[in-house]
């Protein structure tokens, strides 16, 4: 495990649902961000929030909306998603801009 | 534009048999450099960073890399591969503040 833990593991959503994913990390660290992973493409950083401060927002639709109330918790609330939203979404943390980021085991996301 | 490649889809090789995984980049000012492996329904896991100092970083499950500045280059390698390295295998580059760029993946498969 490498302390990073993400609720839930699958969701199903139709495209009228609204759901929320949840990341929490238990190593001290001060960032978290959501990366989502779609077949064949590479990582794509959706949002940083460092110090519960949102430091990136990489031009992800209104659809998603995050949420960091500490720096121990992330969300990512979904609503009104598309087809082509199905992913995995993967949470991570870091202690600073430069260190390694540590990564929950994600969330596979199928929107229908 | 900062980026990073890994030319090669899927790497096949013999169990005991030395691997490689390529990776170049592209990057303004120092690059921090790092390998993430992936196994299946899993996040992805640390293997090794360079960030200064020996061009070879010897990083976790004897996995080592190489910086080669020259030739923008950060190739992932291991003397002697095991059947259980069989993973996808990601490159990445910090590309400034909390921002990571990374390659779309290798996929290593060891065959026994």
């Known amino acids: 495990e490498t302390g990073v833990t993400q609720t839930p593991r699958h969701l199903v959503m139709g495209m009228t649902n609204k759901k929320s994913l949840k990341c929490e990390q238990h190593l001290g660290h001060n960032a978290m961000y959501w990366y989502k992973q779609s077949a064949k493409k590479p990582l794509e950083l959706m949002f940083v929030y460092n110090f519960k401060e949102q430091t990136e927002n990489n031009s992800v639709p209104s659809r998603f909306s995050p949420e960091c109330p500490n720096s121990s918790h992330l969300f990512l609330h979904l609503h009104t998603l598309q087809p082509e939203d199905s992913a995995l979404y993967l949470c991570a943390s870091s202690q600073g801009s430069e260190e390694t980021q540590y990564f929950g085991p994600g969330t596979r996301l199928l929107v229908l | ?112």
């Open chain 2, 1 to 112: 534009a900062q980026s990073v490649a890994q030319p090669e889809d899927q790497v096949n090789v013999a169990e005991g048999n030395p691997l490689t995984v390529k990776c170049t980049y592209s990057v303004s000012g120092n690059p921090y450099l790092f390998w993430y492996v992936q196994y299946p329904n899993r996040g992805l896991q640390f293997l090794l960073k360079y960030i200064t100092g020996d061009n070879l970083v010897k990083g976790s499950y004897g996995f080592e890399a190489e910086f080669n500045k020259s030739q923008t280059s950060f190739h992932l390698k291991k003397p002697s591969a095991l059947v259980s390295d069989s993973a996808l295998y990601f490159c990445a580059v910090r590309a400034g503040g909390f921002k990571t760029i990374f390659g779309a993946g290798t996929r290593l498969f060891v065959k026994a």
